[in-house]
């Protein structure tokens, strides 16, 4: 007793399958089976490796698929942490700012509003309310930080994945240590590569003598923060650039 089947076709094959009057398409497949079977002993054998090869391709195809998936939710996922990153370092608007913050923001807009054409990645920086401002890199868990202290400041790239995603963190920043010998010999000076922190990293240039209470310091040291930033900036975006191609 016989039974119903499916067949795949290829366009080809399905273009001759519609040519043929309905009543003898299964005749034709009969026939066509029985000859191929009686004309070569290995003829099962070989289409069943056809039929293997066949399954085996659209499970490759549906495997790139969902790896291409896998790609894209995990770059979400890293923008969506650095922006958590982000909003916690952020102070919000109705918040009552100490004295040390408002000369902080008052620095920083004077920073950025004198940035000119000859220093676009300064200008690219939006004053925060805090000891600290920030610009993102174009890869996610990398950021770039100017940074003040009591009597020094710096400039850093800040790498950072999210709490829960050291080993994340730690290869961007095997990433960029590699290149150390010709990083500091690109930037002109030794760095501090800062790997003592248990989820974060940074690779930071320390620029001392700077006092944000002393107004009359302010134009030599965003001078110099500003100069060495779009050094720093200069010198490690090769590398980001490597990450984003």
Known sequence: MGGKVNLYLDDESLKV???????????????ALMAQLGGDPDAREKLLIQEKKRRLSMIEKDMMMLTEKKNKINMELKDLESRILEDELQIPEETNLSDRFLRANMFWNQMVAEAS?????????????????????????????????????????YIYSGKNRVHETQKLYNHFIQHKENIESNFGQPLIWQDTSNTARRIIH???????????????????????METLWRTLQPYVDELID
Not at 124 to 152: C, D, N, W
Not at 207 to 226: L, P, S
């Open 117 to 157: 054409d000859d220093t676009p990645f300064v200008k690219g920086f939006k004053p925060s309310k805090i000891m600290a401002m920030y610009r993102k890199t174009g890869h996610p868990g990398l950021q770039m930080y100017f940074v003040i202290r009591k009597y020094h400041a710096r400039v850093e790239m």
């Open 17 to 31: 399958w519609n040519s043929l009057p309905t009543g003898i398409r299964s005749q034709v497949v009969r026939e």
């Open 206 to 228: 320390r620029i001392d003598g700077i006092d944000i209470w002393d107004q009359g310091t302010w134009h030599n040291a965003k001078q110099a923060m500003t100069d060495s």
